[in-house]
């Protein structure tokens, strides 16, 4: 990039102010129930894929013994349809006693005995979107003392059954209330989602010194075309919402869909390859117990995610939307090193896309190059040097970009410190699962 273009896209970064809570630094990862499981409640003939406290374990199992955790998901995020229907006596919001007989608690213990953290859905508003009880402007401090009493790490407020005024009210109100606990709580907004996710209706400044993470737009749904409608309303406004995210506050254009029913390998690696370049948090919504072997390669790829957890945490842009179909993407990363993502929007076959480092800003010099989904290397790429990507329909080519000439090692690692992760790892431990990592220490 030219450096005009990459200090422009810092300084804009750098003015959007972060929730003062510390937490998530980097995009959150883990699993969220919603757009697998939706409000599966019948229990009765299968209690391990209904909402109940048996698919999360299920679920917590899986992330802590299949290298998940490893790899940065330790969230495991409960959403609409755990409660009961009636607050108890106290007006505290509870569990379903037949779908959670163990409670939330227990169910946060389970969690934080594996190392994983829990996250919980609440609804600002009369009822959740599901129908259950919801958060009231009056209700506020209560749910928020018994998230924190129960142990909870993450909250997503939703906004159904609450009109514009209570959400400019309740959302601020919400954050305010979790610091109150003093326990750490990432906190989640469907503000934007319910207002457009646009200005002058959604100040993203203020946003970012609400929320750690917000849904801007609708709920994803386990199809292509759902994929795609997200990826153009988030590229269209990109003007708007790349400068709003940064270390602590990320736009959240819902969670990965890899290993359902809608995508193929193509477009789950295209998925993949985007939600990275938006530094969006990667929840996914699978069954993890039955995974194909082709959807967990990709979801957990090392250089993918250490693309998508990059610790500047500045969101990527789509450079260039081709006539031909094809459309490039960017993002900046630690060390002068980035991100392109070639995506194919063709419908006939296999598409060879040429161009050079140079027409797509580079600075003169020459450059290795890691392949991300084939892991093939290409050393010395100079910028003016004519490359082809083959792109399949709906697929990508997405590469790991760092400049030739200077081998010097992040200062984070020299220092003890391993930057793509979070620090609850020790380095130890997570250098057993990250050898040659990050991607440019591979080439
Ligand atoms: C549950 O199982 C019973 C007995 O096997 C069966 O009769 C019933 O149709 C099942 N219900 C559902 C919703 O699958
Ligand atoms: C929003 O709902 C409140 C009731 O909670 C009501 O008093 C207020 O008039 C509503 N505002 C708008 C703009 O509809
Ligand atoms: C609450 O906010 C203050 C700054 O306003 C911050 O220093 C503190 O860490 C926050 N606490 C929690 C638990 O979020
Ligand atoms: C957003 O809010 C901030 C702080 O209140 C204010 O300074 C800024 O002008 C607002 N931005 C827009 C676009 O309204
Ligand atoms: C390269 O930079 C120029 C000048 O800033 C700009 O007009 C052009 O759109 C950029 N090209 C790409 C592919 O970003
Ligand atoms: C690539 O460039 C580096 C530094 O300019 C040089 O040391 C190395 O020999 C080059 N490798 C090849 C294969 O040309
Ligand atoms: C390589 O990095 C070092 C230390 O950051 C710097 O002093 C040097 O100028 C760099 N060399 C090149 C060729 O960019």
Known sequence: MTSSLAFCVLVLSATTLALDNGLMRMPPMGWLAWERFRCDIDCKNDSKNCISENLFKDM?????????????????NIDDCWSSMQRDSQGRLQADPDRFPGGI??????????????????????????????????????????????????????????????????????????????????????????????????????????????????????SWDSVLNIVDWFMTNQDVLQPAAGPGRWNDPDMLIIGNFGLSVDQSRSQMALWAIMAAPLFMSTDLRTLSSEARAILQNKAVISINQDPLGIQGRRLLKEKSGIEVFWRPLLQ??????????????????????????????????????????????????????????????????????????????????YPHFRRKYRVSSLRQHTENFPPHIML
């Open 336 to 417: 002068s090193a980035s991100a392109l993502v070639f995506f194919s929007r063709r419908t006939d076959m296999p598409y060879r896309y040429t161009t050079t480092l140079a027409s797509l800003n580079y600075t003169a010099g020459t450059y290795k190059v890691y392949d991300v989904f084939s892991g093939q290397v290409m050393k010395n790429l100079s910028d003016t040097t004519a490359f082809t990507v083959s792109i399949n329909p709906s697929g990508v080519v997405m590469w790991y970009i760092s400049p030739s000439e200077n081998e010097s090692r992040h200062p984070e690692e020299e220092a003890g410190e």
């Open 105 to 222: 608690q227990n169910l946060a213990r389970y969690m934080h005995d594996r190392g994983l953290k829990l996250g919980i859905y609440g609804d600002l508003g009369t009822h959740t979107c599901g129908g259950y009880p919801g958060t009231t402007l009056d209700k506020i401090e209560t749910d928020a003392k018994t998230f924190a009493e129960w142990g909870v790490d993450m909250l997503k407020l939703d906004g159904c059954y609450s009109n514009a005024t209570e959400q400019e009210k309740g959302y601020p109100l919400m954050s305010q209330a979790l610091n109150a606990t003093g326990r750490p709580i990432g906190y989640s907004c469907s503000w934007p989602a319910y207002q457009g996710g646009l200005p002058p209706s959604i100040n993203y400044t203020v946003l970012g010194q609400i929320c750690n993470l917000w849904r801007n737009y609708g709920d994803i749904q386990d």
């Open 60 to 76: 917590a199992d899986r992330l802590s013994e299949d290298g998940w955790r490893e790899l940065g998901y330790i969230y495991v």
